[in-house]
């Protein structure tokens, strides 16, 4: 397992941007496909985008694309997520997840086997 620290939510208007960014504790962070979800409140927590170790791929939800980006930097241990364009309806936690196998690009939770605690994203209108 990997420890995971996100930092970067804030209360921001609408059509604003905002970068989170998820610390790894670990080398393995440079091995493990790295992840981001959000939780709003009321619902289940949703898939957002993914990146493999190498940096080299990525995917994401249909939700943000275009909009979001994610990104690393092994050297930092450290993933991010470029948010432009923000939404009221993207209000959420966010989460990052570290998927030590790497297989491929996974967009559901069970695949990723450490969790970060979260971070608070407020669009207001």
């Known amino acids: 397992q990997v420890d995971l620290v996100e930092s970067g939510g804030d209360l921001v208007q609408a059509g604003a941007s905002l970068k989170l960014s998820c610390t790894a504790s670990?080398?393995?962070?440079?091995?493990?496909?790295m992840g981001w979800f959000r939780q709003a409140p009321g619902k289940e927590r949703e898939f957002v985008a993914t990146?493999?170790?190498?940096?080299?791929?990525?995917l994401y939800a249909d939700s943000v694309k275009g909009r979001f980006t994610i990104s690393r930097d092994n050297n930092k241990f450290t993933v991010y997520l470029e948010m432009n364009n923000l939404k009221p309806e993207d209000t959420a936690v966010y989460y990052c997840?570290?998927?030590?196998?790497?297989?491929?690009?996974?967009?559901?939770?069970?695949?990723?086997?450490?969790w970060g605690q979260g971070t608070q994203v407020t669009v207001s209108p």
């Open positions: 997840a570290a998927d030590t196998k790497a297989w491929g690009l996974p967009s559901r939770e069970l695949e990723y086997d450490s």
């Open positions: 670990s080398v393995a962070f440079t091995r493990s496909g």
């Open positions: 990146i493999t170790p190498s940096g080299g791929a990525t």
